[in-house]
């Protein structure tokens, strides 16, 4: 077994109970090879099997994997379509693989947008997953953080119009269960590949104390070694929290 897998059996070192990643690098691991976007696209989902199985087996809780960004409309009309394809597949594919293995599917981002057929694999996918245990896999798909808490808000705000919360009962835990990502822990390990160094949109609410790693590498080349890697590093950052080392 590799050295860098050593802190996945220790059992003493600290660990990130959710890990989130920024799935960078497509287009250029493409383009690096002469071929179209979409190539590198089709390999991303190769690397997006790799990870899941091995955050899984490292004992991750929660993996988000950032797949499709609000801004991602942006894109031409054809990469797009791309996109929506190869999610469309996945989701034919490998939801009842996902079920075999007791992970829990959840999705997070605006449904506005999406096709109405890719909605409901979606929704058959959650309900079929919804008691799973092993580790949750979290889709942020036409996910932006600063649409989801403009969401939730506007549902703060509706709920107070209507009189069933008090503003004075609107604190960070409340507001924390009004977005969509309720109910699970904060990300305490963001990954990047690509090299680049931002967040582009992605929890920003949840990565307030989020520790950050960037890789070089881009997505479609992720494997098992760089998810412990990524652990190893986590496992040696000294986390605050806004207090003094180890709190004396
Ligand atoms: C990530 O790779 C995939 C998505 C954002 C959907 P990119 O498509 O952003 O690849 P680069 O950053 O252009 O290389
Ligand atoms: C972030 O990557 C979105 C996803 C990985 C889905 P982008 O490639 O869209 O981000 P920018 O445009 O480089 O910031
Ligand atoms: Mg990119």
Not at 109 to 136: C, H, K, P, Q, Y
Not at 139 to 167: C, F, K, M, T, W
């Amino acid at each position: 077994m590799p050295a860098s897998h050593s802190s996945y059996d220790s059992g003493d070192e600290p660990r990130p109970r959710h890990v989130a990643i920024i799935m960078d690098g497509n287009g250029r691991w493409a383009r690096a090879r002469g071929l179209p976007r979409v190539a590198g696209h089709r390999q991303g989902v190769e690397a997006v099997r790799r990870t899941i199985k091995a955050a899984g087996e490292a004992g991750v809780e929660v993996l988000t994997l950032y797949s499709f960004s609000s801004e991602n409309w942006r894109r031409p009309r054809a990469e797009v379509d791309e996109l929506m394809g190869l999610l469309r597949r996945y989701l034919k594919s490998e939801i009842a693989d996902l079920h075999g293995r007791n992970i829990r599917f959840r999705m997070i981002g605006e449904r506005d947008g999406l096709a109405a057929d890719i909605l409901t694999l979606i929704d058959e996918a959650e309900r079929m997953t919804g008691s799973n245990d092993a580790m949750t896999l979290v889709l942020a798909l036409n996910y932006g953080g600063r649409q989801d808490i403009a969401r939730a808000a506007r549902n703060i705000a509706e709920s107070v119009h209507r009189g069933l919360l008090r503003p004075e009962a609107v604190d960070d835990e409340l507001f924390s269960s009004y977005l969509s990502t309720a109910g699970l822990p904060d990300p305490d390990l963001l990954i990047r590949t690509s090299g680049e160094k931002r967040i582009s949109n992605f929890l920003l609410w949840q990565c307030a104390y989020a520790e950050m790693v960037f890789i070089d590498k881009f997505w479609p080349d992720f494997d098992a070694d760089d998810l412990a890697a990524a652990m190893d590093e986590f496992a040696g950052r000294e986390r605050r929290f806004g207090s003094t080392a180890n709190g004396r």
